[in-house]
């Protein structure tokens, strides 16, 4: 019995971060955010184009809208959470966004569910999560240490994974039981709930404001010179934003591709997409281990054009329906494989070379900047889809983000990287620049 017992004892097998109790608080409030946000995922274009017989391009019009804050407001969002605690901001932006997905369901009952109470849903949930998530990866990085970064990366990873293996079943049941819109109370509840277990994280000093009162267009343009002046920072930047055109065009077209063109029913689309998830929990398992054997730059490329690919076989899917699911299964698990691997290191590499003081900053600059495009790629494959079909809107994505790889591998020294560098202090021009704009 005593044997049992010890066996048992968590101390065994909880190790590392897992020893700490603000850590899995953190890990376990963002855990149910990302179930939640597999159901929004699936329900909010289904909500359009099954209830609201929304055309492709007007899905493509709510998926810019999604990400069009990021470019508006992403700087002032990095000012904000430099200059304010974290975890408040956290909270704050959980509780918004519950109450704003609550509206859905709730203009459905009523009879008052339109295009325009997406755009406005859409757009809020985009605002509050370009001042949020910046919140939460600065919060979660003062917590945990830079020494942790890429085990906390992991497992952050690991809990995406989790939410993807599962999610897309549990949100493909209750679209099916609930409809669309219905469902979506589920992700509601979902942030609400989050912000709750959030509120069990006692204050402490790593949370305080980090940057000094300055005016904000001083602060936003040192954001902006560090991330220019930083060579791996700039590449960086050019890579995401021009491969987040091509995941917005995939965003806006995947849902009404499987229904369309493919004829799956929503619950078919939710059991495919659990195999993602498969792809994102191998992904958070070999990363390190990659890493150490070939480099985290050449294995981050390679991730990068993983993703690619993954889009050019979603989009070769046709046949019979079980040729097809297999195809649009395999793409999914190549997707979110490449995917993770390369967003593990991405993470692990921004919030490394940043000095803790403008981490707020950088964040969200790099933040605003890689997502600036956006909304043209959510736009661009509405476009298309209504143009040329769906079909070609998904492998002009798969071939522009496969060609992104080799091009970032040109122009950055990524592809030489083997570990994660130290902070790199801006040069002393920008930190003279910004003490003048304060004056």
């Not at 909010?44 to 508006?72: K, Q, W």
């Amino acid at each position: 019995m005593a044997t049992l017992l010890a066996q048992l004892n968590p101390n065994r097998w909880l190790t590392g971060l897992w020893l700490s109790s603000d850590f899995r608080k953190l890990w376990g409030s963002l855990t149910i955010v990302h179930f939640g946000g597999q159901v929004t995922f699936l329900a909010l274009p289904l909500t359009a184009a099954l209830m609201l017989n929304a055309s492709p391009l007007e899905v493509g019009v709510l998926t810019a809208l999604e990400a069009l804050p990021y470019p508006l407001f992403g700087l002032f969002a990095g000012v904000l959470v430099d200059r304010a605690r974290k975890l408040p901001v956290i909270i704050a932006c959980d509780v918004g966004r519950g109450l704003a997905l609550a509206a859905i369901p709730l203009c459905a009952w009523s009879g008052l569910l339109s295009m325009a109470v997406l755009y406005g849903v859409g757009f809020l949930i985009g605002l509050l999560t370009v001042i949020g998530w910046p919140a939460y990866q600065v919060f979660m990085t003062e917590r945990v240490g830079r020494e942790n970064l890429v085990e906390a990366n992991a497992k952050i990873g690991l809990a995406d994974s989790a939410a993807q293996l599962m999610g897309p079943g549990l949100a493909g049941a209750l679209i099916q039981w609930l409809t669309a819109p219905f469902a979506l109370a589920f992700d509601a509840i979902c942030f609400l709930f989050s912000a709750w277990m959030l509120r069990g994280i006692p204050p402490a000093a790593t949370d305080e404001p980090k940057a000094v009162a300055r005016s904000v267009r001083s602060e936003i343009l040192e954001g902006l010179r560090v991330v220019w002046h930083n060579r791996i920072l700039r590449a960086i930047v050019w890579a995401i934003g021009l491969w987040q055109v091509c995941r917005h065009a995939f965003i806006a077209i995947v849902v009404l591709y499987a229904a369309r063109e493919l004829g799956f029913s929503a619950g078919h689309v939710g059991a495919l997409f659990m195999i993602s998830g498969l792809g994102s929990f191998a992904a958070a398992s070999v990363t390190e281990r990659l890493n150490a054997r070939f480099g985290m730059g050449a294995t981050m490329l390679g991730g990068l054009g993983g993703t690619g690919l993954a889009w050019i076989v979603i989009g070769s899917a046709f046949g019979p329906y079980w040729a097809a699911s297999l195809a649009f299964g395999i793409g999914l698990f190549l997707l979110d494989l490449s995917g993770m691997i390369f967003f593990i290191n991405y993470l692990s590499l921004r919030q490394a070379v940043t000095p803790d003081r403008l981490l707020g900053r950088v964040t969200a600059t790099m933040i605003s900047l890689t997502v600036s495009m956006a909304p043209l790629g959510g736009l661009a494959g509405g476009w298309i889809a209504e143009r040329y079909g769906l079909r070609a809107a998904m492998l002009c994505a798969g071939f522009a983000a496969l060609l992104l790889a080799p091009l970032v591998s040109w122009i950055s020294p990524i592809a030489g990287m083997r570990e994660l560098p130290g902070p790199q202090e801006p040069p002393a021009e920008i930190e003279s620049a910004a003490e003048e704009l304060s004056a």
